[in-house]
């Protein structure tokens, strides 16, 4: 664990965590930076893509994902050796661990599987959802590990998916289907064990959108919601008010006139990045006035497994809290 870094509260407040957002606010790195943080302070955390999305193994220094968990990275820590696994879950890999659960043989099972799964998710809309966090509900049951760590479909499917379990409580009235409806509900409604990390851009779509995203799931489906993480924050430069002429004058140097300009264009696409990103920080604290944590941008074409470090640490920091909110 890095110097002064410690795992936060409400980290370790719940054994279920979905990681939710618009595409391309980057969830998936947000997601592998959570469970970076938790091992770094003793976890064992699985670390499950729902989308058969396999990028978050390399970005953790492991293979590409799929249906076997694999080992992604181990921390000794003085409490204990944290580690992350990572795998995925899609609808067909939890029908067929499901069928496995209900007896079926290895050959019938294969058959079943493929034979029926489009069948049933065709007639009973949302039944791809539920199977899969019915496979999350039964990691859990099993404490498969301290902490699971859901990269959540995008913004847009991120309601269905969560919504599935409550949609088939209402139509569906008894059986097995109602069974796994029932558990689902129950784990996603128990604030104890489970809860939703929500990623945002400090860009006006995106918060728009996540801001719709909080409602659904607070008061249609009243989850519980951790900190809003905000990412890819450009970091506050006072400098940017001076103009390149002031600043070469102060620094005793001499610019050309080609250079001075050159730097003011700098200063002023700095200058504008800035207040819209203050814009929307005030328009969080007053539509989505949640405790926030923001994630510096960094300025590299690729991440590479180093950089969740600093993500992790970031993470590790005190939330904003804006006026009138309790954490």
């Known amino acids: 664990m890095g110097p002064g870094r410690s795992t936060p509260e409400w980290l370790g407040r719940t054994r279920v965590l ?45 293979t590409p994902l799929g249906p076997d968990e694999q080992v992604l990275r181990t921390k000794a820590h003085r409490s204990g050796a944290g580690r992350i696994r990572g795998r995925t879950i899609t609808p067909k890999q939890a029908f067929g661990d499901y069928l496995e659960l209900k007896g079926f043989g290895g050959i019938l099972r ?18 791809e959802h539920l199977l899969v966090l019915g496979k999350i509900k039964e ?36 059986g097995p ?27 006006e779509t995106p918060v728009n959108e996540v801001i719709e995203l909080a409602y659904d799931l607070e008061d249609e ?3 519980a919601l951790a900190p809003l993480v905000v990412n890819g924050c450009w970091p506050d430069r006072p400098g940017l008010s001076m103009t390149a002429a002031a600043a070469a ?21 700095g200058r504008a990045r800035l207040d819209m990103q203050l814009e929307q920080f005030a328009r969080l604290d007053d539509r989505l006035p949640l405790p926030r944590i923001q994630l510096p941008r960094l300025p590299v074409a690729r991440l590479r497994p180093e950089h969740l470090d600093v993500l992790a640490e970031a993470l590790a920091a005190e939330p904003t809290v804006p006026a009138g909110v309790t954490k």
């Open 18 to 62: 979905m990681v939710v957002g618009k595409g391309g606010v980057g969830t998936s790195t947000v997601a592998a930076s959570l469970a970076v943080l938790a091992a770094d302070g003793g976890a064992d955390v699985l670390l499950v893509s729902v989308d058969g999305k396999s990028g978050l193994g390399p970005l953790l220094g492991g």
């Open 110 to 127: 294969r058959a079943a599987s493929a034979a029926s799964l489009d069948l049933i998710a065709g007639a009973t809309p949302g039944m």
């Open 139 to 174: 990691l859990d049951r099993l404490q498969s590990a301290d902490l699971i760590i859901v990269d959540a479909p995008p913004a847009g499917h991120a309601t269905p998916f969560l919504r599935s379990a409550s949609a088939l409580q209402t139509a569906v009235a008894s």
């Open 177 to 203: 289907v109602r069974d796994q409806a029932d558990e689902v509900a129950a784990l996603l409604a128990d604030h104890h064990r489970s809860q939703c990390v929500m990623v945002t851009l400090p860009e």
């Open 221 to 223: 489906l009243s989850l």
């Open 249 to 269: 004058r102060k620094q005793k140097i001499t610019l050309s006139v080609a250079t001075r300009r050159a730097l003011d264009d700098v200063a002023r696409f």
